[in-house]
């Protein structure tokens, strides 16, 4: 059974850093492409970051970049995200998913598989 189970989240407040980590079980995923998005109360799910696969390029959403940083490690088979310099805004539920091929692509249904989500909340 494949699983992605995302850590991390919680309270910070505005301008502070948090780390999400995404470990995956049941299979390796080093060929896949790993992705970030986020769902704010009321709003869709949105695009937050990817890495292809073996980590060779990395894509950030507009409203992040320069701020989060998503790095994987494939001898663990995890993927992880520095956040700084976080804002009210930035406040969601954070999924991790695992992307059908190895580019870097920023649409849901390229992901197959996706965590339960970690909940950050950042107060101002």
């Known amino acids: 059974q494949v699983q992605l189970a995302e850590s991390g989240g919680g309270l910070v407040q505005a301008g502070g850093s948090l780390r999400l980590s995404c470990a995956a079980s049941?299979?390796?995923?080093?060929?896949?492409?790993m992705g970030w998005f986020r769902q704010a109360p009321g709003n869709k799910r949105e695009f937050v970051a990817v890495?292809?696969?073996?980590?060779?390029?990395?894509f950030y959403a507009d409203s992040v970049k320069g701020r989060f940083t998503i790095s994987r490690d494939n001898a663990k088979n995890s993927v992880y995200m520095q956040m700084n310099s976080l804002k009210p805004e930035d406040t969601a539920v954070y999924y991790c998913a695992a992307a059908k091929k190895g580019w870097t692509t920023r649409g849901e249904y390229d992901y197959d598989y996706w965590g339960q989500g970690t909940q950050v909340t950042v107060s101002s």
């Open positions: 890495i292809s696969a073996y980590g060779i390029s990395t």
């Open positions: 049941g299979r390796t995923f080093s060929e896949n492409a």
